[in-house]
């Protein structure tokens, strides 16, 4: 059930989810990601497997409390599972690139 909800996620990607695909895919960075792909009980965003770093854009909801409690409960399960989390908003993702894609990259050089 999530790898069918996971594929239909990959064709109703969130423009900031499209852009930041096409600076990923196919190893443009040096490592592979996948998209919406199921880790655990969840469906990450982005997500290097040989890495271990799963990238989450969001959009405008993540303020809300709730939302915020969610995510926090989804990082840690992520954790534990041996991924380290970074979230960029929607915002930073389209109008701050360059600075997006340093941040993926220093991950991968420390």
Same mark, same amino acid.
């Given at each position: 059930?999530?790898?069918?909800?996971?594929?239909?996620?990959?064709?109703?990607?969130?423009?900031? *989810?499209?852009?930041?695909? #096409?600076?990923?895919? %196919?190893?443009?960075?040096?490592?592979?990601?996948?998209?919406? !792909? &199921?880790?655990?009980?969840?469906?990450?965003?982005?997500?290097?497997?040989?890495?271990?770093?799963?990238?989450?854009?969001?959009?405008?909801?993540?303020? *809300?409390?709730?939302?915020? #409690?969610?995510?926090? %409960?989804?990082?840690?399960?992520?954790?534990?599972?041996?991924? !380290? &989390?970074?979230?960029?908003?929607?915002?930073?993702?389209?109008?701050?690139?360059?600075?997006?894609?340093?941040?993926?990259?220093?991950?991968?050089?420390?």
């Amino acid at each position: 059930m999530l790898r069918d909800f996971a594929r239909r996620n990959r064709k109703n990607a969130t423009l900031a *989810e499209q852009f930041l695909w #096409e600076h990923l895919r %196919a190893g443009a960075l040096g490592v592979e990601f996948l998209r919406q !792909h &199921v880790v655990g009980d969840y469906i990450v965003d982005f997500a290097s497997r040989h890495g271990g770093l799963v990238i989450e854009v969001d959009g405008g909801y993540h303020s *809300e409390p709730r939302q915020q #409690e969610d995510d926090a %409960a989804r990082e840690f399960h992520l954790q534990r599972m041996g991924y !380290h &989390v970074m979230r960029f908003s929607n915002e930073e993702v389209l109008f701050e690139t360059d600075n997006v894609l340093e941040q993926i990259k220093d991950y991968f050089e420390q």
